[in-house]
């Protein structure tokens, strides 16, 4: 502070006695310059949750193409690794007859002529369709249409004309649109029963999503975005993630990356479908304490300090909050003004 302190006196020099003596102190106060108070509205946004994790992706091995004929030397292999297994598309040659594949989980098991009936029945007729191309009723009994595209086929594919289908002159595997992963025989080759053909490529059975290396958690939504180095690869059922294993772009990147049984894949960006909004002021505007947050709130003439919540922070230093309303006007500066008035000390 600066004192100016004023002398007027009146003085009678010399031998002449002193008349008067006026003293007049006057003391002024002289302030610094005053920073004016910024204030920067409250803003509305809206907000699409991100969380930042890794896929594991589990693969179960591939699966056996075995032959179940009565031997012979191999003539031709219909097939090479990384081709897709069609239904009743040819697998191999031995002698004379042509085997063919299918996916099925219950495999015929006898015989089948004019008369027959049963489930096995309708497997057979939807392999005679797809071979020869008939507009063949799958209604699970050999009747007479049925018994003479059993002929047919037997003289294509078996070498001669026979009333009745052998479930031998078919290979069987699980999965439809599986892919062979190796093939284990070659032209001229002798086959006995049990041999193994081929090996299926490992599928995917079981997938993990980590989010930010812990527990996988975002807002409730109906699907969630996959991205992976910038590029979306689609969405999943937020509550059934194996939807992802039908994901064809992402299982050909897992499968670029799997070893042993297993294909991690990090840096992953899972977006949620749900758009939420979001209350944020900058982030100079909060003062914390071990207790609670705050800030510095204008209402028309009114100034008051207030609590809020914090939330997750955002773009160019601004900071989600609960407690403050979009535009209301927060405190921002001078910094010494908002610590005096949160005054969480």
């Not at 219950?106 to 007729?125: H, M, N, S």
């Not at 595997?173 to 070659?186: K, N």
């Not at 204008?298 to 773009?315: L, T």
């Not at 900071?319 to 001078?334: D, F, M, N, Q, R």
């Amino acid at each position: 502070m600066n004192r100016i302190g004023t002398l007027v006196g009146f003085m009678v020099l010399a031998s002449v006695p002193m008349v008067g003596v006026v003293w007049a102190l006057v003391n002024d106060e002289i302030e610094p310059e005053q920073q004016p108070r910024q204030w920067v509205p409250a803003t509305l946004v809206e907000h699409q949750p991100l969380v930042r994790g890794s896929v594991d992706v589990e693969f179960e091995p591939g699966q056996q193409l075995v032959y179940d004929g009565a031997g012979g030397r191999v003539v031709s292999v219909h097939f090479e690794p990384g081709d897709q297994l069609v239904v009743a598309g040819p697998i191999v040659t031995v002698d004379q007859i042509t085997v063919v594949g299918y996916a099925s989980s219950a495999p015929l098991y006898r015989q089948l002529k004019l008369g027959d009936e049963g489930w096995d029945v309708a497997v057979l007729q939807d392999i005679l369709r797809a071979v020869l191309g008939l507009d063949l009723d799958a209604d699970g009994r050999v009747g007479s249409e049925t018994a003479e595209a059993i002929r047919a086929y037997s003289e294509r594919f078996v070498g001669e004309e026979l009333r009745y289908f052998d479930p031998a002159w078919v290979i069987w595997y699980p999965h439809p649109g599986d892919s062979v992963g190796s093939v284990d025989i070659a032209v001229g080759d002798r086959l006995v029963a049990g041999d193994t053909i081929a090996r299926t490529e490992p599928a995917p059975h079981l997938i993990t999503i980590r989010g930010d290396g812990t527990e996988f958690s975002l807002p409730p939504s109906d699907r969630i975005d996959l991205i992976v180095e910038d590029k979306n690869f689609g969405s999943f059922a937020r509550d059934d993630p194996q939807t992802v294993l039908r994901n064809e772009l992402f299982m050909e990147l897992a499968t670029s990356r799997l070893i042993d049984g297993k294909a991690t894949i990090d840096s992953v960006v899972f977006r949620s479908a749900e758009i939420t909004t979001k209350v944020v002021v900058p982030g100079s505007a909060i003062r914390f304490s071990p207790e609670e947050a705050c800030v510095v709130v204008q209402a028309g003439n009114q100034i008051s300090r207030r609590e809020v919540e914090v939330g997750d922070f955002g773009e160019f230093g601004s900071v989600a909050v609960a407690g403050v309303e979009p535009g209301e006007p927060v405190l921002v500066a001078p910094v010494a003004e908002v610590d005096r008035l949160c005054d969480l000390n």
